[in-house]
């Protein structure tokens, strides 16, 4: 019985930690979200995951972010297309920042600059 | 046989609601009549399952995650190995393999023939149910895959389906029901509605499991996409570096392919000074280079020892680079004319074949 309420506890993790993102989320870390703003530079639209190549103005100087998104088959099915941004876009984004440090994070939530949503197709 | 078999397994499972079965054992699976199955065509999705913009937030489990399946103690440390290795967080996720590619967060296609339906997931995941009659093979010729085999029956809108020899492998599938290869899946799928798919499945393993586990799920007609957005790896950009993944940073160079440099463009005349039929005396292999349509071409052997004919990229106005790798340095006398060509394979032996003709 015990067993079975650990594994119960361990299927809420999995849930929320799930495998349809074809890696594991170990390497980012959903405890320290970070929020970016800055101008797209490329929107791959492509397997295994979708990326926005995000130019970011820190300290005076241009850095470039990799935001990793969903496979299009599921931002296909949340209105996205491969045109819904692109670049000169200027976004907003949340991400969950990769844990060694480097210029990269998985979505957590996106908007345009000045807030509003995205164009989506549903 | 076959028709016999799984309608009355079926029917004996009272739980599964299967129609009732045609009484006659006539050995035929196929469905009566295929043009009225035509509803199954498009695309559909497991009924409440999507993701958030990040693929990684579901919106519920799937039902072949198997906490509620009657996992005997075997089967409950089998389950926890298969969640320690999904914990190390090493996974890459593949496909989902069967039964767990009927409940992913992605698009199904039901493919209905006569002879055989397929179903086929954005992951790539395929089941193929054969419908001709047949029996499942013995056991002892049986290879087990990730995605078992299946032999099934139609009757109306209803497909009864054996699935056996299926091989769990965590490279797929990673935090699904870890089930034994001798689990045994008899199933249905019923077009319930025009718009849902209704699936039953009762699963029994008597490695790992108490008593049958009973899984349904529907499937709800997907009317935003006209096909499946297929699975894939062309921007594959998570690596493993310094213990732990992380992401590429140019994710520009998609196919992994190497930068080849550009030939160099030689005219007319310069590549008629190369073309003739150059032979190895020791070997006997003949090399003929021809100049047409603007490039240099060579025949020579070389797909098993065959004859073929394949573009060649100059370098200079004496060498050239095959299309597998093959170097080709000509052999200029004093007067101007090619005598020879060396020529070094790819795996770095070589041979000289002299000029034969013209």
Known sequence: ?122 | MIRAALLGTAAALAFLAVPAAAQEADNRCAPSDTSALAEWQGVWLPEGLDTDISGRFLSRGSKFVGFDAPWNEAGWERVRANLALFGTGEYRVIGFGFPAMLDTAGELSFYVGHNQTVILNVYRDVQIIHTDGREHIPADEAFPSTWGSSVGCWEGDTLTIDTRYMQFDPTFSPGHAPLSDQAHFVWTLQLAEPEKIAMRMLITDPVYLDAPWVVENTMLRYYSAESLLLDGSNNDRTVFEDGSHTISADGSNRTGLPDMPAPAQLSASEMALLAGRYVDEKSGAAFTFEAREGRLWVTMPLLAERSTTTPVFPQSARQAVGLIGHAFDFVTAADGTVTAVEITRPDGTSMTAARAAP
């Open chain 1, 1 to 122: 019985m015990k067993l079975k309420t650990l594994a119960s506890v361990a299927g809420l993790m999995l849930l929320s930690a799930s495998a349809h993102a074809h890696h594991a989320g170990t390497m980012f870390d959903g405890d320290k979200p970070r929020e970016l703003t800055g101008t797209v530079r490329a929107f791959q639209f492509t397997n295994p995951h979708s990326y926005i190549q995000l130019i970011v103005r820190e300290g005076g100087q241009d850095e470039e972010w990799s935001i990793e998104f969903a496979a299009p088959s599921h931002l296909h099915r949340l209105g996205w297309r491969r045109n819904t941004v692109g670049p000169g876009d200027r976004i907003r984004v949340t991400i969950a920042p990769l844990r060694d440090g480097g210029k990269g994070g998985e979505v957590r939530e996106i908007s345009y600059a000045d807030g509003s949503p995205l164009a989506l197709k549903r």
